[in-house]
């Protein structure tokens, strides 16, 4: 990679970690279009590889920041998770398998999905004394299974399937599903690399460079996130809106 690479990836990393500090989720899907079309990673797969291992350590951070504020239900994010997990490992062997161009335009699909599961109102109600029982792992288990093949072939972080889930399986709060859901972040980002790099399709300094990008990225969107009080949802709209345009422009990348 030449240095103008690595310095648009640090640049895209910034804006992810940006994205991902005020929105809470959703940015790290435009990690791998952006290491495709603006860095110059040549083979889809290197870019899935390499943004699944940025997302699983820029999900790190949050997690501890969550975890510090008490937020996580660590019983119930540690059976998704780890159920989640399989699944995580068996969607990135099949995705290897499957033809770099073809994989693009069924991500495509998957930005499209997360673009309009942001557009859909949220609903913060919940209870926030959660506690996991028989009834819940077995809930839990099979949506953590399913949810962690996805993230694993797209090798996304799947947050846009984990808060509903968690949601929908536990009757926890959105403030408390989206904490949790980063444990399942890194797992399955943390699997999905690991699965790639062992086959040796990893930038490593182009991940690298996504990561301190990141940093920076998510320092600066604390005040930003503050800011926007108030005027969250409108921002939010905007910012799917973005994700579904950028889903366009890769299904016509991979179809040109």
Not at 103 to 117: K, T
Request: glycine share 16%; hydrophobic share 60%.
């Amino acid at each position: 990679m030449e240095p103008l690479s690595l310095a648009l990836a640090a640049a895209g990393g910034a804006l992810i970690g940006l994205l991902l500090s005020v929105f809470g989720g959703g940015g790290s899907v435009l990690a791998t279009p952006l290491l495709l079309y603006v860095v110059g990673v040549r083979d889809a797969h290197v870019a899935i590889g390499t943004s699944a291992a940025a997302v699983a350590v820029n999900a790190l951070v949050g997690l501890a920041a969550q975890a510090k504020a008490g937020r996580v239900k660590w019983p119930c994010a540690l059976v998704f998770g780890g159920a989640g997990l399989a699944g995580s490992l068996a969607g990135a062997q099949l995705a290897k398998m499957i033809d770099g161009q073809q994989l693009i335009l069924w991500f495509a699909g998957a930005m499209a999905l997360v673009g309009l599961s942001m557009l859909a109102p949220k609903r913060a109600d919940g209870d926030p004394g959660v506690r996991l029982t028989a009834a819940l792992t077995r809930r839990l288990a099979p949506l953590g299974l399913g949810v962690g093949l996805a993230a694993g072939f797209f090798g996304i972080g799947g947050g846009f399937l984990i808060v509903p889930g968690l949601m929908a399986a536990t009757g926890m709060t959105l403030a408390n599903a989206a904490a949790s859901s980063l444990v399942s972040v890194v797992l399955f980002g943390a699997a999905t690399s690991a699965s790639y790099a062992a086959s040796g399709l990893v930038d490593w300094p182009v991940f690298a460079a996504l990561v301190a990008g990141g940093a920076v990225g998510a320092l600066a969107g604390g005040p930003i996130a503050a800011r926007l009080v108030g005027r969250a949802d409108i921002a939010r709209r905007a910012f799917a809106l973005m994700v579904l345009a950028t889903a366009a422009y890769v299904a016509w990348r991979s179809l040109g």
